[in-house]
């Protein structure tokens, strides 16, 4: 009598599960201090999310004896973002389970979960460095460098601290993001500690971090160009989930075969315009 293995049948949980322990191991920016993340909205009705922004009070007051003060309203600006939904899916034959060399379900779950991290990560850096000046918003700092200047080195990095003016702080800071073709460049600056010298001096070292400088945490993301450093401080990003990871499978009886797609819905903004920071190398 024929049987139905557990080789045979696919559990869109168990597969949901693969796919969202992928996605948390690849993240960068996602998976940083960098990024506020809610989950608040998930079950909501809606495409549209507000994301409120606190303006500041202003400087302190000089008071005078007996004369009271005058209260000030607190305000928020809103900033909406659209739902986005993205997904992928394949089609797995039951051959292909029968015959290949490894599990092809492991290796989708796999493939969903990195590249799940990869598109959220690089909405995230998008956003960070938009220009939103045309939806009523602003611009995140940013200074680009001299001709000649087309390394990164530690005069770049000052570029970068001189952008925060006196709200520069090296613990508020999520850390900098440079793309891989900066490594070496990094690598050869004497500011540089590298994470195993990090590691070594009992400080803590995030997933994907390479070092430091002058106490801010460098990582490497190819989600962010070529040329380009991202200064985030923490929570300086938003990212809402709507739906996380979601698995669904439908068995094709006659091609002997079964589908397995895999969405998310969520929306990111950059929550706070002068707590990112962005230096264009120069190109020659």
């Known amino acids: 009598m024929a049987q139905t293995t557990a080789a045979m049948v696919i559990d869109p949980e168990v597969y ?3 796919a969202q322990a992928r996605f948390l191991g690849a993240v960068r920016v996602a998976g940083s201090p960098a ?4 989950a608040s909205l998930e079950g909501v009705p809606g495409s549209t999310i507000t994301f409120p922004k606190w303006n500041t009070i202003g400087e302190m007051d000089n ?3 007996t004369v009271a003060m005058v209260p000030v309203a ?5 900033a ?5 939904e993205v997904g992928k899916s394949v089609e797995i034959t039951d051959k292909s389970r029968l015959v290949s060399l490894g599990d092809p379900v492991d290796e989708a779950a796999r493939q969903f979960g990195v590249m799940a991290a990869r598109k959220v990560d690089a909405d995230l850096i998008t956003q960070a460095q938009a220009d939103e000046t045309a939806q009523g918003g602003s611009t995140p700092l940013a200074v680009t460098a001299s001709a000649g200047q087309t390394t990164f080195t530690y005069a770049r990095f000052l570029d970068g601290v001189k952008l925060f003016g006196d709200e520069w702080e090296p613990s508020d800071f ?4 440079i793309n891989s073709a900066q490594v070496v460049e990094a690598f050869n600056e004497d500011k540089f500690i590298s994470a195993d010298k990090l590691g070594s001096a009992g400080l803590p070292v995030a997933r994907g971090q390479i070092g430091a400088i002058m106490g801010v945490p460098l990582y490497v993301t190819d989600r962010v160009a070529a040329k380009k450093l991202l200064f985030l401080k923490n929570n300086s990003l938003g990212l809402l989930y709507k739906r996380r990871p979601l698995v669904e499978t439908d068995r094709d009886i006659l091609a002997r075969a079964t589908v397995v797609a895999s969405t998310i819905h969520y929306a990111v903004k950059r929550l706070d315009d002068r707590a990112v920071g962005v230096v264009t ?3 020659s």
């Open 35 to 38: 990024v506020l993340e809610d």
């Open 281 to 283: 190398l120069a190109a």
């Open 16 to 18: 949901a599960d693969m």
């Open 174 to 177: 999520a850390g900098l993001f």
């Open 63 to 65: 008071l005078t004896e």
């Open 80 to 84: 909406t973002a659209t739902i986005k």
């Open 74 to 78: 607190m305000g928020t600006d809103e």
